[in-house]
């Protein structure tokens, strides 16, 4: 199979003949199309964006909310914007969530206008943007659109007998209510989460009675939270981006200001400082792998093979000419010769298909499925570093193919994993064996999920391998009112049940979240191997190391988030061990270090030629600095030659090497103008360096060993290159850095050529 996963889309969009095809957004009325990349075979063509759905407030010149789709000059204005945002970006198969979640965004600002008094873009000022993002900080868009009031005094207008129609009995809990999306319309709001607790608060109270008298929904634990806490950082800047567009469009912007220029650095000042996800500590990362190993290994046989028991006797009844039925799949189960294992693996009776009244859902053989995906999935997240949908996403997550074979006698596997962020593309990985054995588990499953579509839906069309995502858990109930399948997430009832698993019954069990895993793995990665911040950004699929540093910043040294020395188990007389070694290691690095740094000043105090880099210059210029004065003038060139040495270490200059040239940075409060530090802070970046950074390098020093060094990098990289199987990512890092590293070379090269002469 190709790997590129670049397979042309099909037109088969059945109000074709309505639009231009080619493009990647297009209006047609009221509606808006956006292009869905790589759509599968049973998906639609284009999403559909609905004007008609998107509201805005009362104004003095209305009678009420109106529809957007009312305001042509808001929704030419809108379209334009993520026209051109679309244009500029590549084909993805995450785009068309990309450019929804951008006029959601867009709509919001429209109606947050409309409150403060502006109701054409054209008569945005700097004080109407300027107060938004503080106010997204605060309390996110619940509190920028002022929701609370507005459904209150909304309450107050209509009364306890319409307010009624606003709340249904969700279908899934006998006591608890969901709030209908009419009350955002009657409002004429575009926030959209009717769970913020605030509202549900206002209701109950014109209401009389608790709208969430059972357990309200776990995600509305999210949304009070954000209420009283408001946006983090990237949850911010991202908003403000998406704002920006409006003043993006080429030779059309309906604004004549950027609102907001630097959106990173206004979100850095106004959000939630990082906004990121919290820790796991090293116990719980212990705890997860070793559960998830055990159902990989053990637990995840007895439910394959149980299953498989209860799909074969349904497929004997169907050949028979009789319904496959649920008595037939009970009496299945529990015939199964692997139940007892299973019984045993979990520690209770399996005893039901799906739960129902008098059984829970841990007592069930679907409750045992969730429990096996919720082990897969915590092994492939931690163990990979990727983000939920890289791994369980119905489009982009992991497919029946994803898996190959490098080397069978050495047990090497590559995955492709769907990078969402940065190249929005599919690129190679090498997994562990315990990766392997989850995906296998994973796609064991998905053979006895097809064959439950077949009993039910026999006349369902079968889909290519590429298009068969995994993580589907197969409807048991088998009477015709479910599909044969639905899907599996990592979040509410499911993971929480595998959760408790892991940590034990009791109720103050730590947080779990998806993105936990990856963040777990850069604190452990960096921990473990001490630096390689380079490697760890190309498996993570990040552009910038300084996004990386993110997930690995230590408080301690001045940055934001998570400590990694929180990481370290040793105990106090190992810690004192390895520091007297270090010690004692870094006293001999700084012996050769001063030697060879007094030989270079001797060479240049002498006039002789020196080595290559723009270190030998800096010393130079500084001697001739000292020189301008008479009490070193006088001096002998061995004393001159002393002093400038002892001035050069009292700074902290000291050689250290690299695989391209020596970096002879001081120490960082002496540190002026190091490309390496891309974010003008203090000090030299060292894991930052390279051929093309380093060579404009006050601090950088080479010999012609370092070039010769360069050129077999080169040399390697090129027969990396002929390796077909290089992902896009990997073989456009290696040609850039190919050219980019050949350039030096032949800068040196020169440079050499000149001294010799």
Not at 727 to 754: A, D, M, P, S, Y
Request: charged share 25%; hydrophobic share 35%.
């Amino acid at each position: 199979m190709s790997k590129s996963k670049q397979a042309d889309f099909k037109t088969v969009d059945p109000d074709a003949d309505k639009v231009s095809m080619g493009g990647v957004v297009i209006r047609d009325g009221d509606r808006i199309r956006v292009l869905n990349y790589h759509a599968r075979s049973k998906d639609k063509q284009y999403i559909e964006i609905n004007i008609a759905d998107y509201w805005l407030p009362k104004a003095p010149f209305t009678d009420g909310p109106v529809r957007l789709s009312t305001r042509p000059d808001l929704v030419d204005a809108a379209f334009l914007a993520i026209h051109a945002y679309a244009e500029r970006n590549k084909p993805s198969k995450s785009l068309h969530k990309t450019i929804l979640e951008a006029f959601q965004i867009i709509a919001k600002a429209f109606e947050f206008s409309w409150l403060h008094g502006f109701y054409r873009v054209q008569d945005w000022s700097p004080s109407l943007t300027d107060a938004l993002p503080e106010m997204l900080a605060s309390g996110g868009w619940g509190h920028a659109l002022n929701v609370s009031q507005r459904v209150a005094q909304h309450l107050d207008d209509v009364g306890a007998k319409h307010a009624k129609r606003y709340v249904q009995r969700r279908k899934d809990s006998k006591g608890a209510f969901s709030v209908r999306g009419a009350l955002q319309n009657d409002i004429g709001s575009n926030f959209r989460h009717t769970r913020l607790q605030t509202v549900r608060d206002a209701l109950s109270t014109t209401l009389g009675f608790n709208i969430d008298d059972d357990q309200p929904m776990q995600s509305s634990t999210f949304y009070r939270s954000s209420a009283t806490s408001g946006m983090g950082e990237s949850v911010l800047s991202l908003a403000l981006s998406r704002i920006n567009l409006l003043s993006e469009v080429p030779g059309a912007s309906p604004l004549s200001y950027t609102p907001f220029p630097s959106p990173s650095k206004i979100a850095e000042q106004f959000g939630r400082p990082g906004g990121r996800t919290q820790n796991m500590t090293p116990a719980h990362v212990a705890d997860l792998l070793a559960e998830g190993l055990k159902w990989c290994e053990e637990g995840g046989d007895h439910v394959i093979a149980v299953l498989a028991h209860v799909v074969e006797a349904l497929e004997f009844e169907i050949n028979q000419g009789r319904p496959a039925t649920r008595v037939a799949a009970l009496t299945a189960l529990r015939a199964s010769p692997q139940l007892a294992q299973l019984n045993a693996f979990v520690g209770g009776p399996i005893d039901g298909l799906r739960p129902h009244s008098r059984l829970s859902k841990a007592g069930t053989l679907e409750g045992a499925i969730e429990d096996m995906l919720s082990s897969c999935f915590s092994l492939i997240a931690l163990l990979n570093a990727r983000r939920k949908d890289e791994v369980q996403h119905r489009k982009i997550g992991l497919m029946v193919d994803s898996t190959e074979v490098v080397d069978e006698a050495l047990g090497l596997h590559m995955c492709w994993f769907y990078i969402e962020k940065s190249l929005q593309d599919y690129a190679p990985f090498y997994i562990g064996r315990a990766t392997v054995r989850a995906i296998r588990r994973l796609e064991e499953l998905e053979q006895l999920t097809v064959r439950i579509e077949a009993i039910v839906e026999p006349l369902r069309e079968k889909e290519d391998d590429a298009e068969r995502a995994l993580f589907r858990i197969p409807n048991l109930l088998f009477d015709g009112t479910a599909g044969p399948s639905r899907w599996y997430t990592f979040s509410g009832p499911a993971s929480s049940r595998f959760q408790r698993r892991v940590f034990g019954g009791n109720s103050t069990l730590p947080r779990v979240a998806p993105h936990m895993f990856r963040r777990a793995y850069g604190l452990i990665y960096i921990y473990r191997f001490e630096g390689p911040l380079l490697a760890l950004s190309r498996k993570m699929g990040h552009t910038d190391p300084t996004q990386t540093q993110v997930y690995v910043v230590d408080p301690s040294l001045g940055g934001r988030g998570p400590a990694v020395r929180k990481y370290g188990r040793l105990s106090e007389a190992q810690i004192k061990a390895l520091a007297k070694e270090q010690k004692e290691i870094e006293q001999i690095i700084r012996e050769v270090s001063d030697e060879r740094l007094a030989e270079m000043v001797r060479e240049v105090v002498e006039g002789k030629p020196v080595d290559g880099g723009t270190f030998p210059v800096l010393i130079r210029r500084l001697h001739q600095r000292l020189a301008s004065k008479s009490d070193y003038k006088l001096l002998s060139r061995d004393r001159q030659s002393a002093v400038l040495t002892e001035s050069l270490i009292a700074k902290g200059h000291m050689f250290r090497g690299l695989w391209h040239g020596n970096c002879c940075a001081p120490r960082d409060s002496a540190v002026k103008k190091a490309p390496c530090n891309k974010n003008g802070g203090v000090g030299a970046r060292r894991e930052n360096a390279g051929p093309v950074t380093c060579s404009g390098c006050h601090y950088h020093h080479l010999v012609e060993d370092h070039v010769s060094s360069m050129e077999r990098h080169c040399n390697q990289q090129r027969v990396r290159l002929e390796d077909g199987k290089l992902g896009l990512i990997e073989r456009n890092r290696l040609t850039n850095n190919i050219e980019n590293t050949e350039k030096v070379i032949l800068l040196h090269r020169r440079r050499f050529e000149r001294r010799g002469k």
